[in-house]
């Protein structure tokens, strides 16, 4: 069966500097959540997308940003990236009504 | 305090033996609860979710509800070395404008010897 999608898997990158990952859902699933997971921590629930729009808000920073297109596939825009910021990020999808979520392979984002 | 909590462990099981992992949750209302594995430096995977109090039974795996008691549990029979991993108690409460967030408890490492 098809899977979420996350590209890249793996992102190294400078302070400062920014980053966009992406997230294809499972097809048929409009919704799609975002979390980070830091070493030995549990997944935060950072933002999430129905239809295009933005339904919850986690712990996201200011500086990250989020959006669902036509497609249903998101991305997480990040910028001024902090040392902190290094994590593995998930994407997870559902299908609204339905409360099961199925998590993507994850991208792990290094700050240096 | 944590809204949901796991007992990190880890919990060490002999190839064969039934594995009991625990997870309680705070006074809110809950609505649906979830257990995910998750293999060092990988996904949380699902493998059980329970809506309702009771027993659901999925091939070596079962979940346990009980919402008066506000604890949920999953208890893996005939535990095999490559059930060694995190595993994750998910909880949706039901917020004002809730949706679906999750949040999990922590993790209990479970270790099976063969």
């Known amino acids: 069966a098809a899977g979420v999608i996350q590209s890249p898997r793996h992102l190294i990158k400078e302070k400062r500097e920014t980053a966009t990952l992406k997230c294809y859902p499972i097809?048929?699933?409009?919704?799609v959540y975002w979390y980070q997971q830091g070493p030995g921590q549990d997944p935060q629930f950072l933002i999430s997308?129905?239809?295009?729009?933005?339904?919850d808000k986690g712990s996201i920073p200011d500086r990250f940003s989020a959006q669902q297109f036509s497609d249903y596939h998101s991305e997480l825009n990040m910028s001024s990236l902090e040392l902190g910021d290094s994590a593995l990020y998930f994407c997870?999808?559902?299908?609204?009504?339905?409360?099961?979520?199925?998590f993507g392979p994850g991208t792990r984002l290094t700050v240096t | 305090q944590k809204e949901v909590e796991q007992n990190s462990g880890p919990l060490s099981v002999p190839e064969g033996a039934i594995a009991s992992l625990n997870c309680t949750y705070s006074?809110?209302?809950?609505?649906?609860f979830f257990w995910y594995r998750q293999y060092s430096g990988k996904s949380p995977e699902l493998i059980m979710s329970?809506?309702?109090?009771g027993d659901k039974e999925d091939g070596r795996f079962t979940a346990q509800l009980n919402k008066a008691s506000q604890y949920v549990s999953l208890l893996i029979r005939d535990s095999q070395p490559s059930d060694s991993a995190t595993y994750l108690c998910?909880?949706?409460?039901?917020?004002?404008?809730?949706?679906?967030?999750?949040?999990f408890g922590g993790g209990t490492r479970l270790m099976v010897k063969p």
């Open positions: 329970i809506y309702s109090n």
């Open positions: 997870a999808s559902s299908q609204q009504g339905d409360y099961e979520q199925y």
């Open positions: 097809p048929r699933h409009d919704t």
């Open positions: 997308f129905y239809e295009k729009m933005q339904s």
């Open positions: 998910a909880v949706n409460f039901r917020l004002a404008n809730a949706g679906n967030m999750l949040t």
């Open positions: 006074d809110r209302v809950s609505q649906s």
